[in-house]
């Protein structure tokens, strides 16, 4: 579960060990030689300077930043990084997983807020570059391989171990659904690696184009491309599409939980409101709930397949209860003050498919009915209190 935690156990803990349409690119991009003018160090945010004070490594940089009120696991399979966020969810860190989570590989602000107003006018440098999207800033550090480390990269395949080696620990891996591709990305260095799911994994530079037309020249065939068909690719425009494809789907992503919240619905209480979002936009497997209380930043809930917009309710000030679109009629009660959830009632496999029709019966039951035109009444119990031992 995803939830409030206590910062000064996460700060001891990591000095022992010490993501649309209307997507617009960063201010302004480095040229090819990466000697851009820095931005004037009296322009730069406080909180950014903070950040890359500490060299963007977060046991550095916690102790200088707000109260870390939560921390999620973005544990998807086209990304299983850690975001850390602040200020009610206005500021953001992108965290590589692991052992140590310690390397921050990106910044996402909310200008709407007036301590971060000033990412807005935010230009890149040879240190970081910038990319926004409505109120959202993305700002991404810099650092890029020589041209003869990129060379020998694309000249051969690598193991994880290697790759760790020679770049230290990837901003996040993912994985192509089903027994699809293996892949590592580097953020801050502008390369992503893919491989054959097959022990030991052998990972090759990512180029989806080079891919693309690869799979059309083997008539679909999914292996990958032959080495030669790297040779000619350029490092200034891969690590620029890395970048850019990573910052674009981390604002879009952002901008849809933000919609999810928008259209949710909120408990009698006023104290928390819930809506469901599809970061992969399809997979059953990503579907989230998606809860906020009050001011303080959103948690994110996996739920168990996929939820439409009237398939859920609060049943009192505490309990959602919500549909499952699966080929069982399933119904499940989320907790919300604990972010627990369990099923609470399932139909016999030829029951008939409910209509979207649900609602409250009582302070612990509901109903629902079914395409034959029943009705169905449900009682949940009541959660039992947290003891403390």
Known sequence: MTGPIQPQLVVAALVVLSCGP?????????????????????????????????????????????????????????????????????????????????????????TRVPRYASFSKLASTERYTTYRQGAYVAVLPLRPVSQKVFESLRAKQWTADELGQLLGVPSYRWHVHGAGHLGLTYIPQGLSFIGEPAAPVAYQLHAADVEEEWGEQQNLDLSLPPLRSLSELKYLKLQTDVREGFAKDLLSQRERIDQALAHGKRSPDGRFVVGHANLAGGMDNAEELVLREGTKPEQRIRAPHFINDKGYLWLNPRTVIFQVNVGDLEFYALDAPTGTMKQVAKAPNDSPRPVAELGVSGPQRFWYKTADGGTHEVTVETPKPHTTH
């Not at 990304?79 to 590989?105: H, K, M, T």
């Open 22 to 110: 209307a997507f617009a690119a960063h201010a302004k991009r480095p040229p090819a030689d990466h000697k851009a003018v820095p931005a004037v160090a009296e322009a730069e945010p406080a909180v950014l300077k903070k950040i890359m004070a500490a060299h963007w490594q977060l046991a550095g940089a916690l102790p200088g930043l707000p109260q870390l009120q939560v921390v999620h696991n973005e544990a998807l399979e086209f990304q299983d990084f850690v975001q850390y966020a602040f200020d009610g969810g206005a500021l953001r860190l992108c965290v590589s997983p692991g052992p140590r989570q310690n390397d921050i590989f990106a910044l996402l602000v909310d």
